[in-house]
């Protein structure tokens, strides 16, 4: 076996190197620089009453969620019995973050879409997709424009935040939550806290 | 039941698959006939399954039953029924059981159409595309099942992705992946011929149609989907350079290399392990395709758009087929020495070149897909690559490839004199440069890039011109009739798809030197000058279809009076899943299209709208349809169909003895 016939397998073992690597560990590994400090503050319209507003303040004294969501996002429906299932077991208050339902959509062109409009079309698809997969939110808000998302950095959809009593960000899941990281990582986070004071 | 039927399908094709990956190939190793034999049943008989299972699905989304996952997601009962059949592989699991169908459409003609083959070489090339079927239906089965339930069932489905539903997606999947799957018979063959040591002129010639007929296939499905980018998205480009793009663009690059590099191996005995090497690149280029527009690895980056799982999964698949036949190679090739030496001028050196670069420019265009991803994995930093990479390296790697193309043709095998050479086409080619800069000043855009674009083609032409003379020349003094009746159909087949190359030239060229878009707003009764042309602005009436209400503009395209086409461009909503689509109207002309697209209405009730006037692209299709019809005649050529005559003939002949 001469060495440079092995050239074409090294070159395509490096490849799958960066290929496993890319599908792994990357997009999931993120550092927040939000983790300790106060969630940016927000008073968003509520998806079930739209006249109605949620703001972030009303959740504290409570350890809970921040779960960002769409409709078109893949990877929600992955996760989402994980949420169902956490919601039913009654352990931690959810609260969903409907992030660009609309715009969001890469196949779907709101650009000069009115607001109105575009909010109308937002709840009707959130409400359908929640009807069709289940609702394990307290509530979901809608960040029609992400602006919200992007005061969280918001990087892909889905991403969960758990934040404390105090309103801050203890830690962030990039990605959709597994029920692995659930167990092992979560509703352990979720449980010290709880404990903390 | 009948989502379950075809379930069970899938099943009993992977307990088919896996005795036709097994089975032949133990019998060729052993030399036992009636193991090898067992190749053509399983392999007939998968077939059966999977087009029951494909039929199965088919039957869930034609009779809406939306208690399947796939069609709930995929389907709604207003769909046209042409957009039900091909809903089955607008999404991820459908898409994987139509490749699985063509691979197994594949293997089911060379079982019917490679007889002649010896025995244990047919087992090993059946084996081989056995173990790529095991894990395509394997990977269906453990991550991706087509046949999930959805209970209780939805009332009414989602709707299949309305930029689907248009008649390119009709045809441009299919045609893809008979493409991308048909790489896996020269793969097969390769594989098969590094196992049995047997890497000669023969197998060359077996291997040579199959690659021929993928390659075409290939090549209309590219050139499909890039029509359908052009009149369906709305913005009036033809290709963009993004990964799923690339991803059937690579493969196409090898492939093509492939195709000359058999061609030598054939004839002259050289390039035997650099063809090896093709044959395997070109097979895994089409499963990294498969890996990076199934995977997510690409926009994962965006939104985690796929189960990390599926690509996980292919991934290993990838590895485990790719990584073994390279290290078969690595194994087998360094005693394929030898083969026909050639002189440095010579049409060897020709083929040799381009293949080189063209093994260059897909390593590129792999390079630029893949780099945001290597950057974002080495923690370098978030970027994206885009067209001005891609053209930045292909032009200028392109264009040598198209000198020498031209080149080729006209030198001799093994040996040639330069001087000569040169002398013949020296007045080509000095045409061709004039031809270059005189067609730019007259049309009055004189950049590099142009002159460029239209030397190269103006080359293309003018050298295949004075080849088909130079041709006919030959054999002076029979009537002009008998003179083309000799020229086999191989011969054609070159000439017409190098041509091709030189009118898709000219169209690339023009519509990326002179074309000319206008965005305005308009309302009953406006009318503009564009291009020329004079766009009269007739109102716009809701027109409502099955699946989607749609506001219907009306414009009037006129030329010095004389009307030239009414275009009527909609803006559509599909109700199920409540998006919006932009519906482009074309007026088609052999020297320009012009298209219009709606865009949206604005507040006081005017519309915006966007016009394109588009000089020859379709010259750009026109020199598609030229290389596929090339690649059809170098495929039918008489000899192949001779040479399995004569093996039948002889066959019989040993069987009567």
């Not at chain 2, 796929?306 to 999964?313: K, V």
């Not at chain 2, 692209?617 to 349809?625: H, K, L, Q, Y």
């Amino acid at each position: 076996m001469k060495a440079k016939f092995l050239v074409p397998l090294a070159l395509f073992l490096l490849l799958v190197g960066f290929l496993g690597f890319g599908l792994s560990l990357n997009p999931r590994e993120v550092p927040s620089p939000l983790i300790d400090k106060p969630a940016p503050a927000f008073t968003l319209a509520r998806l079930d009453q739209p006249a109605q507003t949620f703001a972030l303040d009303e959740m504290r004294g409570q350890v809970w969620l921040l779960n960002v969501w769409a409709s078109w996002c893949v990877a929600c429906r992955q996760e989402h019995p994980v949420l169902v299932e956490l919601a039913r077991r009654g352990i931690v208050p959810i609260v969903g973050l409907n992030y660009k339902e609309v715009r969001g959509d890469g196949g779907l062109d709101a650009r000069g879409m009115a607001l109105d409009a575009e909010t109308g079309l937002a709840i009707e698809r959130a409400r359908g997709w929640l009807r069709a997969h289940g609702d394990p939110y307290q509530l979901s808000v809608l960040d029609i424009d992400g602006r919200v998302g992007i005061d969280f950095g918001v990087y892909g959809v889905p991403e969960t935040f758990l934040i404390d009593r105090e309103g801050r960000i203890r830690y962030k899941h990039i990605g959709p939550v597994t029920p692995d990281n659930l167990q092992n990582v979560l509703i352990p986070k979720i449980e010290e806290l709880k404990r903390a004071s | 039941m009948i989502p379950e039927l075809g379930h069970f399908a899938l099943v009993m094709a992977f307990a088919l698959a896996l005795v036709q990956a097994v089975v032949p190939m133990v019998g060729a190793a052993r030399n036992n006939p009636s193991m090898m034999a067992v190749a053509r049943p399983a392999a007939q008989g998968q077939f059966f399954f999977i087009i029951f299972a494909y039929g199965c699905l088919t039957w869930a989304f034609i009779t809406s039953d939306f208690s399947l996952q796939l069609a709930a997601s995929n389907s709604h009962s207003d769909t046209p029924l042409m957009y039900k059949i091909t809903g089955v592989w607008g999404n991820h699991e459908g898409s994987l059981l139509l490749w699985s169908l063509s691979l197994s459409l594949w293997t089911v003609a060379v079982t019917v159409f490679s007889r002649h083959l010896p025995e244990a070489f047919m087992a090993r090339v059946i084996g081989v595309l056995g173990w790529v079927s095991l894990g395509f239906i394997a990977f269906m089965l453990v991550t991706s099942n087509p046949f999930d339930r959805l209970l209780p069932g939805a009332p009414e489905g989602r709707d299949l992705n309305p930029l689907l539903q248009d008649p390119g997606m009709i045809i441009h999947p299919p045609l893809l992946y008979m493409g991308y799957v048909g790489f896996s018979v020269a793969f097969a063959f390769a594989i098969a011929a590094l196992l049995t040591g047997r890497l000669d002129a023969a197998w060359a010639r077996w291997s040579r149609p199959w690659t021929t007929v993928a390659w075409v296939f290939l090549t209309a499905g590219i050139a499909v989907g890039s029509a359908w980018a052009y009149y369906e998205l709305g913005w009036g480009g033809w290709w963009f350079w993004d990964p799923v793009e690339n991803a059937s663009f690579m493969p196409w690059l090898l492939g093509t290399a492939l195709i000359h590099s058999l061609a030598v191996t054939e004839k002259r005995g050289a390039f035997r392990s650099w063809t090896v090497l093709l044959a395997i690149g070109a097979f895994s280029l089409s499963l990294l395709g498969t890996f990076l527009v199934r995977s997510g690895v690409i926009t994962s980056v965006h939104a985690f758009a796929t189960d990390p799982a599926r690509g996980m999964f292919i991934l290993a698949l990838l590895v485990v087929v790719i990584g073994v036949s390279l290290l078969l190679y690595a194994w087998r090739a360094p005693k394929l020495t030898g083969g026909g030496s050639f002189g440095l001028v010579s049409r060897e050196t020709t083929l040799l070149g381009n293949n080189v670069l063209f093994a260059v420019v897909s390593a590129s265009v792999l390079m630029g897909t893949l780099y945001p991803l290597f950057l974002d994995a080495l923690n370098l930093g978030k970027i994206s690559v885009g067209p001005p990479y891609f053209e930045a390296v292909f032009v200028p790697l392109m264009t040598p490839v198209v000198v020498l193309m031209m080149f080729g043709p006209f030198l001799r095998w093994k040996d040639d004199d330069f001087g000569a050479a040169v002398r013949k086409l020296a007045p080509a080619a000095v045409a061709s440069v004039v031809s270059g800069f005189g067609i730019a000043l007259a049309i009055d855009h004189v950049t590099w890039r142009t002159v460029l674009g239209l030397t190269l083609a103006a080359w293309v032409v003018l050298a295949s011109l004075q080849l088909l003379a130079g041709r006919l020349r030959e054999r002076a003094g029979a009537s002009v009739s008998s003179r083309l009746s000799m020229i086999p159909a191989a011969w054609w087949g070159m000439w017409l798809a190098h041509f091709g190359i030189g009118i898709f030239i000219i169209g690339v060229t023009m519509v990326g030197s002179i074309d000319s878009n206008l965005d305005l707003r308009m309302k009953d009764g406006d009318q503009t000058e564009f291009a020329g042309y004079t766009v009269r602005f007739r109102g716009v009436v809701d027109a409502p279809g099955p699946n989607y209400d749609a506001s219907r503009a009306t414009l009037e395209v006129s030329r010095d009076g004389k009307p030239i086409a009414t275009l009527q461009p909609e803006k559509r909503v599909y109700r199920a899943m409540g998006m919006p689509m932009t519906e482009a109207a074309l007026d088609i002309g052999v020297f320009r299209d012009v298209y219009v697209s709606l865009g949206e209405q604005l507040p006081e009730g005017d519309w915006i709208v966007s016009l394109h006037h588009k000089p020859f692209i379709s010259w750009i299709w026109a020199g598609c349809i030229f290389m596929v019809l090339g690649g059809i005649l170098a495929a039918a050529d008489r000899r192949y169909r001779r040479l399995a005559e004569r093996t039948a003939a002889a066959g019989a002949l040993q069987q009567a003895t």
